[in-house]
């Protein structure tokens, strides 16, 4: 027997996401909702080879399902959690709403799967940010082998991290210097065709922005408080994939080879990692549409002791939001979480 299953904001990208991977993974679905604003009711999205009809999230009975999938966005996700969970549904929020709460398990299944214990408290399972489980996915078996003490992190995010608006001000900026018209900014404060951006969220009082705290703080809470981490967080002109360039500290010795040898062997990730003239490398291009977080350009970095230095890029649109919130769903699914009121 099967789940009953909400997918709230299933008209934007990570929510059409959603659906996919659903049907792509063969989630134990009886039913499935699409759940949308009121100017979206009728609205048909894609679940495998069917056609789901839009409805409406506001007048929706969350008691009908199990299962809310939630991409819709901080204040609808606030706006709708304790209608969902008093309903008696479970809530896999993509959102930063409930990231930090420290009665919401905030869950990477490949990193923290035991974590999901915690749903019971608020019947909530934090997602966390994309570019964060990029970062914890590569560096947890590194840290379980060797202690990771220092980590310094620049990401290279691509613009779909801001949705669907980000992905077409890429394009008609893109086209507008084809054909000479002038360069519309809405979306980015500054051009982001043929430029990068290196700031994303707001700043805060120390300089950095709320991007850039969302990495260590959700880091520290996923893996362990004691790492230092520092983030400059950048925006570039990727349509889909967030790659980050990794330096990390170690308390113990680890070597390239040990840690390629070990991230090969450890789940959710793929090492590419030759020298040759031909690349040995993947790029953002190349792994678009994959579930896997790949790794390459693994070397020691020789600025301090038991040092690593490695590069990272994974699909924001599947591992970094989707894919991770369909395995959160299939892990509380295989511990008995789901369902049963």
Same mark, same amino acid.
Request: hydrophobic content about 40%.
């Given at each position: 027997?099967?789940?009953?299953? $909400?997918? *709230?904001?299933?008209?934007?990208?990570?929510?059409?996401?959603?659906?996919?991977? *659903?049907?792509?993974?063969?989630?134990?679905?009886?039913?499935?909702?699409?759940?949308?604003?009121?100017?979206?009711?009728?609205?048909?999205?894609? @679940? /495998?080879?069917?056609?789901?009809?839009?409805?409406?999230?506001?007048?929706?009975?969350?008691?009908?399902?199990?299962?809310?999938?939630?991409?819709?966005?901080?204040?609808?996700?606030?706006?709708?959690?304790? !209608?969902?969970?008093?309903a008696?549904a479970?809530?896999?929020?993509?959102?930063?709403?409930?990231?930090?709460?420290?009665?919401?398990?905030?869950?990477?299944?490949?990193?923290?799967?035991? =974590?999901?214990? /915690?749903?019971?408290?608020?019947?909530?399972?934090?997602?966390?940010?994309?570019?964060?489980?990029?970062?914890? %996915?590569? #560096?947890?078996?590194?840290? +379980?082998?060797?202690?990771?003490?220092?980590?310094?992190?620049?990401?290279?995010?691509? %613009?779909?991290?801001?949705?669907?608006?980000?992905?077409?001000?890429?394009?008609?900026?893109?086209?507008?210097? @084809?054909?000479?018209?002038?360069?519309e900014?809405?979306?980015?404060?500054?051009?982001?065709?043929?430029?990068?951006?290196?700031?994303?969220?707001?700043?805060?009082? +120390?300089? @950095?922005?709320?991007?850039?705290?969302k990495?260590?703080?959700e880091?520290?809470k996923?893996?362990d408080?004691?790492?230092?981490?520092?983030?400059?967080?950048?925006?570039?002109? %990727?349509?889909? /994939?967030?790659?980050?360039?990794?330096? $990390?500290?170690?308390?113990?010795?680890?070597?390239?080879?040990?840690?390629?040898?070990? #991230?090969?062997?450890?789940? &959710?990730?793929?090492?590419? +990692?030759?020298?040759?003239?031909?690349?040995? @490398?993947?790029?953002?291009?190349?792994?678009?549409?994959?579930?896997?977080?790949?790794?390459?350009?693994? !070397?020691? +970095?020789?600025?301090?002791?038991?040092?690593?230095?490695?590069?990272?890029?994974?699909?924001?649109?599947?591992?970094?939001? =989707? #894919?991770?919130?369909?395995?959160?769903?299939? $892990?509380l699914?295989?511990?008995? *979480? *789901?369902? &049963?009121?």
């Amino acid at each position: 027997m099967g789940f009953r299953v $909400a997918v *709230l904001g299933a008209t934007g990208a990570v929510g059409r996401e959603v659906l996919t991977i *659903l049907d792509e993974r063969l989630f134990p679905a009886d039913r499935v909702h699409a759940l949308a604003s009121r100017n979206s009711i009728g609205r048909e999205v894609s @679940y /495998g080879d069917r056609d789901l009809k839009c409805e409406d999230a506001e007048n929706f009975d969350f008691s009908k399902v199990d299962l809310v999938l939630a991409s819709a966005g901080g204040d609808v996700s606030r706006a709708f959690a304790e !209608r969902i969970t008093g309903a008696g549904a479970i809530m896999i929020d993509n959102s930063s709403a409930f990231r930090m709460d420290p009665d919401v398990p905030l869950v990477v299944p490949e990193v923290n799967a035991d =974590a999901l214990d /915690g749903v019971k408290k608020r019947r909530i399972v934090a997602n966390p940010n994309c570019s964060t489980i990029n970062l914890v %996915v590569a #560096l947890k078996p590194l840290h +379980d082998a060797a202690k990771a003490k220092r980590v310094i992190v620049s990401t290279y995010q691509s %613009v779909s991290g801001a949705g669907q608006a980000g992905m077409d001000e890429l394009w008609t900026q893109t086209r507008a210097i @084809y054909v000479n018209d002038p360069i519309e900014k809405s979306e980015f404060e500054k051009q982001i065709a043929f430029n990068v951006i290196p700031r994303i969220g707001d700043f805060r009082d +120390d300089g @950095y922005t709320d991007e850039e705290a969302k990495m260590w703080r959700e880091t520290h809470k996923m893996i362990d408080p004691s790492i230092r981490v520092s983030v400059t967080c950048v925006r570039v002109p %990727v349509f889909v /994939g967030h790659s980050l360039a990794v330096h $990390a500290e170690f308390e113990n010795p680890i070597t390239p080879g040990a840690a390629r040898k070990l #991230l090969r062997e450890s789940p &959710g990730l793929m090492v590419i +990692d030759k020298r040759d003239e031909d690349g040995g @490398y993947v790029t953002p291009v190349e792994i678009a549409g994959e579930f896997a977080i790949y790794v390459s350009r693994i !070397r020691r +970095d020789e600025t301090v002791d038991n040092g690593l230095a490695f590069w990272v890029t994974g699909d924001n649109l599947r591992k970094g939001a =989707a #894919l991770n919130a369909v395995q959160i769903a299939e $892990a509380l699914n295989n511990r008995g *979480l *789901l369902g &049963g009121g």
